[in-house]
Structure formats: structure tokens, C-alpha cells
């Protein structure tokens, strides 16, 4: 009876501690008691009786046990059913225990396949920074918390030394999980920093403790009490902390660079902290918004000399201009005036040179000057996976696919369950036609990330591509359409035109612009222009025409006319028979922005060109077009690219069917292997 119940004190005391965050040596102490106890209860049990009449020693107890037999046995049933009873509270926390040690992330995910590292594969001096929990009564300061978590592991990314796990890995794990050792393994390191935050006011309370994720040893742990005055500089102050524990010196550099306070200014450094919470919390699709470009431009106009916010606010900048969501003039020049004033106030710091990479390649396809830059940033901070998944990227546009996949699969070593870089990898990967590996990358991204929608969209289109439109068809029915997703919405809309249900493709695009509220103007073109062209499909003319001439005018209000927009203006103006306007529109698009015209968006550019020869009527150019897709790998938006099942089932290139030459294209790519394009052949 001890040592079950000493057992069932010990399971508890391990479960109530941490909630309580009670000092590491609670525990131990426990067990020392515990551990104390069990001599002194062994000594009883052998020389003392529990009888009816009380607790006699045991030679007493004898006789009087033969004198009333019924007694004994009353006793012992009593006894018995004591030690069930613990017993049973003993295996139910046993099961409890063992359940949430399968499931560390306290989340719907136990069938997860979860890649492990091996503990010798692990350095000793790698450390992933798990969220800091909000204890402030205004769950909407959650920002603030979001936000020191993120600047302490920026801090420690730029030690040398230390192997550090990007945040978005980490995000999807509680403040204060119960398996340690598993989330170690999980995220390859050694040490975890918890934390928790909490802002009442003008006053700031911040707890952490660095444990050793192999033996659950507490390494290190402090509270700092502070004012939103004095909060500045805490994040380098801590970071030195965990360096020392770690037994990493810092050279007289890194000690600068740790230990420079961002700004102190109390407004400036709290809009900071909220564009870093948007940045790092803007969900698997990695879309920017203005409302992130909003949060680092209150944070310079509070602090004209906060220079790590004007860097993140011209790396956002540049993105807002690439992506499309403001393809202006004046977006750009914003972007270059932040670079600019980055550089004059701290030319040398890691965020600025990240800046001047990203301007380079999103604000000017210049590629060759971001990738000089992202390499600068490594060297400074080896840890910094977002310089690796960028330098990825940009040899993907350049054509070197395999380089783009070594450099993203060293990336997902220090940000392994950043489903993004996951996902990137799996669309290179599918790219050179691989999609067996493709899809197991996917279904690794689909498990970390509980299934999201526009991953499964992905996968559909993989199956798509090798013509599986049962698989295909399956995988989509259970998931819920997203038309403000356009990969994933697109992967419903060839499902319904490639299985020739074109009313159903008509009701996707028409529900689709109703319920759309977040469409760019580019990717609401692109809907009107499939719209008319599945209405031209189902022999509704009128109707085509109309949508085709609704796509060019939302194409018109496109900020900039990025080579896209000018491409899904030609496809509409193919639709209306304008053959001149179409062509003038394609020879434009080749123009308008030469840099990105590059092996990872050549392929949809050219795609759309040989859309527009089949509408046009000239087959034997559109077939030449699909020869040189088809020869190079697939590109940027894979969901509306060809393969030799696309080709098959698209009712796209129906009009191309009768052509000898066209049928004989399908046949050489359908029997060349799933592995033909090789990294030397990627290069157009």
C-alpha cells in the first residue's frame, strides 16, 4: 500500500509542480521523503497489525485474529478494496501520463508520423525557445509575449555558437509541455527555454528557466520585474544568461550586437512587438499584409532611430510589392527610403543585411546581389534559417534545383516543423516530377499542421498531375473550399473541368467571386477569366463573353501590370477572339519585368502562352510552347501547369487533340520516368 500510494504522490507532484511553476527542487525533495519513508513503513508492516480492535503488534493480534474469524475477514476485504482503489488511481495516471508523453503538443495529433532526431545527432549547445505563456489579465497583450519570446531567440540566433530552432517550429508546442525529453527529439536539441509574460499597466513580469530537455535538469532560471521603460535590452541580457549556461562565449562582436537595446522608446518598442506577433503568426499560406507594414511603421514614426524596424519594414515592404498585394511604384520607393534609413543607423546589423537581401530579390529580381547578402547573413548567425530557405529560393529561380532543395532541407534542420519550408520543399521537389517523395513530404506537412486546407489542395494537385482524379477527387470532398487560397481553390476547379462537370466549375468560380472578400485584384482576373472560359466550355456564350470581359477589367485596377496580370489579360482577350490584343499583351509580359522572368516563373508564363495560341487557333505553335515546358521543370503556381495527364484531361487543350504532333507529345512524356527532368536539365 506505501509504495503504490508513494508511486500515485510522486505522479502527481510531477503533474501539479509545473503547473504551479514551482522551483525545480520540489520534485526531488518529494522523492527523498518518499524515498525516506518506505524503511520506516516496511519496519511497521512486519511488526504491527491493522485488526478490528485497532493497531496491535503482531504476535498480540494473533490470538484475537483466531477468536473472531469473521473480523479478519471483514478487515481484509476492507484492506482490499483500500488497495484497488489506489491501485486503480495509480494505473489511470500511469495511462494519463503515457497518453500526453505520445502527444506532447496537448493537441489532436497522436497519429502524427513525427520525424525524431537521434540523441547523438544532437548538439549539446542547440536550444529551441518554447512560447512564452501570457499570464496578463488582458489576453489581448498576448502580442507582448509573442513578441519577447521572438526577440530573445533573434538574440540568441546571432551567437555564433549555439544551434537555435526557428519560432515557427516551436509555436505549435504549450508554454509548458510534460515531455521535454520528446520535444527535444522532436526539435533536435538539447535545451528548452520556457517562459512566461505578463504585462499589467506599465508593469512587465517575465519568467524563464533554460532546462536540459535530456534529463529535465534545471540549467538556469530568473524573473526580471520591469517597466515598459526599462523592458528594452532584456531579451540581450537574457541571451547572454542562456549563453553562459550553455558555457558559449560570446567574441567582443556578438557581445555588441546581443547586448544593444532595440530602442527605448516604450510606443515604439510595443508596435514593434506587435508587427513581430503578425509576422510570426500569419498562418501556413507566409502571406504578408498591410496590416504587418502598419505595425513597423507606427514603430519608426514613434522612433525615427529604430533601425531593426525600419529593416523589418522594408523586407515587408518588398514582399507586399512581390506578392502582388501592391505592385505600385510608390510600395517599392518605401521600401528602398526604409532600406536606406536602415542602413545609415546600423549598416553592419543582421536584420538591415536580411533587408537588402530581401529588397534585392523581391523589390528588383536581383539575384545574384541577394544571394552576396543572405551569405553575409550567415556568416553572422549560422542559425538563421530564414537566410537559408531564402538563399533556396532564389537558386530555384536561377534554375539550380538541386542546390534550392539542399539549401531548404538545411533550413528545415533548425525550423523542422516549419510547414512552409516544408512545403516549399515538397513544390521543388515536385517540380523535377519526383512526386513520391513530393507527397510524403506533404503528408508530413498535413500532420503537423492538422490537415490545413491549402496543403491538401496541394497534394490533390499532385494526384491530379499523375491523372489519379479518384484519389484526387476523395482528398478534396473532405476538405472545406477556400476561393481567398487560390493554389488550393484552383485544385477544385480542375477537378470539376477535368472531369467535364463544367456547371460545377461554373457554381466554384461564381460562389467563389461572391464570397472571395480578400482577392487581389489578380487572383479575382484569373477567376473571371476561368469563369469565361468554363461558360465557353458548357456553350454559354453570352455568358462567357461577359465574364471574359469582366476578368480584363479587374485586370486594369491590378496595382503595376507584373507579367501575370498581363498574361491572364491576354488568356481574356484570347476568349474574345481580340488575337492582336492577346499577343501584344504575351510580347509585354516578356518586358515588363525581364528579372522575373525566370526559371521558376518561365513555366506559367509560357503555359499561358501556348493557352492563347490553342484559343487563337495555331496549334502548331501552341505545341512547340508545350515542348519547351514540358522539357524544364514545372514552376510557381504547379496547379495550373502541364503534365502528360494534364494534357490528357484538360479540356484546355482539347482543340490540339486531332494533331498528330500533340499526341505525340503526351506519348514520349508518358513514357519517360517520374525522375526524367534531372537538376542539369532544370535550366531553360
Keep these: 500500500m506505501y509504495a503504490a500510494t508513494a508511486w500515485l504522490v510522486l505522479q502527481l507532484g510531477a503533474i501539479v509542480f509545473p503547473a504551479l511553476h514551482a522551483p525545480g527542487w520540489c520534485l526531488p525533495v518529494l522523492i527523498g521523503f518518499v524515498a525516506l519513508g518506505f524503511p520506516v513503513a516496511l519496519v511497521l508492516a512486519w511488526a504491527f497489525e491493522v485488526t478490528p480492535d485497532g493497531v496491535r503488534r503482531t504476535e498480540d493480534a494473533g490470538s484475537n485474529e483466531a477468536a473472531n474469524p469473521g473480523n479478519r475477514r471483514r478487515v481484509g476485504q476492507t484492506l482490499n478494496i483500500a488497495i484497488i482503489v489506489i491501485l486503480a488511481a495509480a494505473v489511470g495516471v500511469l495511462a494519463w501520463r503515457l497518453s500526453a508523453r505520445n502527444n506532447p503538443l496537448g493537441q489532436a495529433d497522436a497519429a502524427r508520423t513525427q520525424t525524431v532526431a537521434p540523441a547523438t545527432a544532437i548538439p549539446a549547445k542547440s536550444i529551441a525557445v518554447l512560447p512564452f505563456e501570457n499570464l496578463s489579465t488582458d489576453k489581448s497583450n498576448g502580442y507582448f509575449a509573442d513578441g519577447i519570446q521572438d526577440l530573445i531567440l533573434s538574440k540568441l540566433a546571432e551567437i555564433g555558437g549555439l544551434t537555435v530552432i526557428s519560432r515557427t517550429s516551436t509555436m505549435r508546442y504549450q508554454s509548458h509541455p510534460e515531455d521535454l525529453k520528446a520535444i527535444g527529439r522532436q526539435l533536435g536539441v538539447a535545451n528548452l527555454l520556457e517562459g512566461s509574460v505578463q504585462k499589467a499597466g506599465n508593469q512587465v513580469l517575465i519568467n524563464l528557466q533554460l532546462i536540459d530537455a535530456r534529463t529535465d535538469h534545471h540549467l538556469w532560471a530568473k524573473s526580471y520585474t520591469r517597466t515598459l521603460n526599462n523592458v528594452f535590452g532584456v531579451e540581450g541580457e537574457v541571451a547572454e544568461k542562456v549563453a553562459a549556461a550553455l558555457k558559449q562565449k560570446l567574441d567582443p562582436a556578438e557581445q555588441a550586437r546581443v547586448t544593444a537595446a532595440p530602442t527605448h522608446n516604450a510606443a515604439a518598442y510595443d508596435a514593434y512587438l506587435h508587427g513581430l506577433s503578425l509576422e510570426t503568426n500569419r498562418g501556413l499560406s507566409g502571406s504578408v499584409d498591410l496590416k504587418i507594414a502598419a505595425a513597423f511603421q507606427r514603430a519608426v514614426k514613434l522612433d525615427p532611430s529604430f533601425s531593426a524596424a525600419w529593416a523589418r519594414l522594408a523586407s515587408i515592404d518588398s514582399q507586399l510589392h512581390f506578392y502582388l498585394i501592391d505592385y505600385t511604384p510608390a510600395r517599392l520607393a518605401q521600401a528602398k527610403a526604409a532600406l536606406e534609413r536602415a542602413q545609415s543607423l546600423a549598416p553592419d546589423a543582421i536584420a538591415t543585411k536580411i533587408a537588402a537581401g530581401d529588397y534585392a530579390y523581391y523589390g528588383h529580381y536581383d539575384y545574384a546581389k541577394a544571394l552576396a547578402l543572405y551569405h553575409e547573413v550567415l556568416k553572422l548567425s549560422p542559425s538563421n534559417a530564414y537566410a537559408l530557405a531564402s538563399i533556396g529560393y532564389v537558386e ?59 496543403l491538401t489542395g496541394f497534394l490533390a494537385w499532385i494526384y491530379q498531375s499523375e491523372g489519379r482524379l479518384e484519389e484526387s477527387e476523395k482528398l478534396l470532398s473532405a476538405v472545406k473550399i477556400s476561393p481567398n487560397d487560390t493554389s488550393d481553390f484552383q485544385s477544385f476547379v480542375n477537378q470539376a473541368l477535368w472531369t467535364r462537370r463544367y456547371p460545377d466549375a461554373i457554381r466554384l468560380l461564381r460562389e467563389a467571386l461572391a464570397s472571395g472578400k480578400r482577392l487581389s485584384p489578380t487572383a479575382r482576373g484569373h477567376y473571371y477569366q476561368r469563369l469565361g472560359f468554363s461558360e465557353q466550355l458548357a456553350g454559354n456564350r453570352d455568358a462567357a463573353r461577359q465574364a471574359y470581359m469582366q476578368a480584363i477589367a479587374v485586370l486594369r485596377t491590378a496595382p503595376g501590370k507584373s507579367p501575370l496580370v498581363l498574361v491572364q489579360r491576354a488568356l481574356a482577350q484570347a476568349g474574345l477572339g481580340r488575337k492582336a490584343a492577346a499577343l501584344a499583351s504575351i510580347r509585354q509580359s516578356k518586358t515588363s519585368t525581364p528579372g522575373k522572368y525566370d526559371a521558376f516563373e518561365r513555366p506559367i508564363l509560357d503555359v499561358f502562352l501556348a493557352e492563347v495560341q490553342t484559343q487563337l487557333d495555331e496549334p502548331s505553335q501552341a505545341i512547340a510552347t508545350l515542348r519547351g515546358v514540358l522539357a524544364m521543370p514545372l514552376g510557381s503556381n504547379a496547379s495550373l501547369l502541364v503534365t502528360p495527364a494534364s494534357l490528357r484531361l484538360d479540356p484546355v487543350w482539347d482543340p490540339l487533340r486531332k494533331e498528330p504532333a500533340f499526341r505525340a507529345l503526351i506519348k514520349r512524356y508518358s513514357a519517360a520516368p517520374a525522375n526524367a527532368t534531372s537538376p542539369a536539365r532544370a535550366s531553360p
Design 396 to 454: 530555384r529561380r536561377q534554375g539550380h534545383w538541386q542546390r534550392a532543395i539542399d539549401y531548404l532541407e538545411r533550413s528545415l534542420a533548425l525550423d523542422p516543423r516549419n510547414v512552409n519550408t516544408l512545403a516549399s520543399l515538397a513544390w521543388s521537389i515536385a517540380c523535377l516530377h519526383r512526386y513520391a517523395k513530393a507527397t510524403k513530404l506533404l503528408r508530413e506537412a498535413l500532420a503537423i499542421s492538422d490537415g490545413d486546407s491549402s
